[in-house]
């Protein structure tokens, strides 16, 4: 799924919430998304989980979604199986399976003696677990987290904990927030920051903060422009005016004339099309972990050489730095 130029604001006058969002979400990932009170992450965690729509700007490549609430409508006229039975069915299962899967995962967050119980009368955790267990049986492909894990005991918080790492195992994606910094520590594949409606990496800072800490993993490209190449991809802007590019890369030219990018890897394929992508497109010549020794590399007719009857041969001794001028006949800001 790809957010493209992405805002939102409620009411025709009303101030804007998000704008301008640029969002890859890549299938078998874990996504953290962070931000004060306010700032604005569950208004982004509605537009992923296709419960709201943008004000402006699209989102393309929409998986299957589940969706856990910040506030569950706990007074809805069910039992706790009987809710979810139904929402198993609406999210496509049929026959007993999706009263099977409810009690099977009710059992698992220790709420199994809850089964019968109307939802109005459940306390607030084990209303909780329903609303974790709604999402959880359809095994989605995009899995949406608002504050799941508030009010769950601390068994079921680890139940929640494995059932995450288990949907991104099998592939799917999962999109979480949590003001615990500690929630899921050191197993996202992403962080980001909503910070005055900007989605920032959480490497990206803006002007006048300090710089972020500890980035993921990370993946450096070491790729060679053609002379005059520029960018396509990142049409959100810098402060400065110039595209921003997939991931924010440190970008360091080289002596040989090649620039070495060095991105979260979750941003990896995001930055690869914008440099394959650029006019001319940029020569990849290696992909590879940072950290790791050797990456994959290629030459000139390789699967990686797209495109490129750029010339590599004849490469500027000094490899530009890859912000420049959007491409002339890049597609206007919504
Ligand atoms: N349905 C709505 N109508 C009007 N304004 C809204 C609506 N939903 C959210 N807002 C406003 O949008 C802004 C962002 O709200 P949002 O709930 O997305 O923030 P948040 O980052 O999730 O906050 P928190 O950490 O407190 O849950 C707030 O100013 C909020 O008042």
């Known amino acids: 799924m790809r957010l493209d130029g992405v805002g939102r604001r409620y009411g025709v006058r009303g101030p804007w919430v998000l704008r301008e969002v640029q969002l890859d979400v890549p299938a078998g990932a874990l996504l953290r998304i962070e931000g004060t009170n306010g700032s604005g992450k569950s208004t982004l965690l509605r537009l992923l989980a296709g419960i709201d729509r943008p004000t402006t700007g699209r989102i393309t490549g929409r998986p299957r979604s589940a969706y856990v609430p910040e506030r569950f409508p706990s007074a809805l006229p069910f039992t706790a199986v009987g809710y979810l039975t139904h929402l198993g069915r609406i999210h496509g299962l049929r026959g007993p399976e999706p009263a099977r899967r409810a009690t099977e995962w009710l059992a698992r967050f220790g709420a199994a003696g809850h089964a019968r119980t109307p939802l109005a009368e459940l306390s607030k955790g084990t209303s909780q677990k329903v609303a974790v267990v709604q999402a959880l049986l359809a095994e989605p492909e995009l899995l949406v987290l608002d504050e799941a894990w508030t009010g769950l005991d601390q068994g079921a918080r680890e139940v929640l904990d494995r059932a995450v790492a288990e949907r991104v195992a ?20 992403a962080r980001y920051r909503v910070v005055d409606g900007r989605l920032l990496t959480h490497e990206e800072s803006l002007p006048g903060e300090e710089p972020a800490s500890a980035p993921g993993p990370r993946v450096i490209i070491e790729a060679e422009a053609a002379p005059g190449a520029a960018l396509s991809g990142g049409t959100e802007r810098s402060s400065a005016g110039a595209p ?41 010549r290696s992909v590879g972990r940072a950290g790791a020794e050797a990456g ?22 000094a490899a530009p730095t890859p912000t420049l001028a959007p491409a002339p006949d890049e597609a206007p800001h919504p």
């Open 244 to 284: 921003r590019l997939p991931g924010a890369p440190e970008v360091v030219p080289q002596p040989d004339g090649t620039t070495r990018l060095t991105v979260p890897a979750v941003h990896s394929d995001a930055l690869l099309r914008a440099l394959l992508t650029a006019r001319p497109p940029w020569h990849i």
């Open 296 to 317: 994959v590399r290629s030459g000139p007719g390789t699967a990686t050489d797209v495109g490129s009857g750029s010339g590599t041969a004849d490469a500027p001794a």
């Open 170 to 189: 099998d592939g799917g994606t999962v999109v979480f927030v949590d003001h615990d910094p500690q929630r899921l520590a050191g197993a996202a594949d």
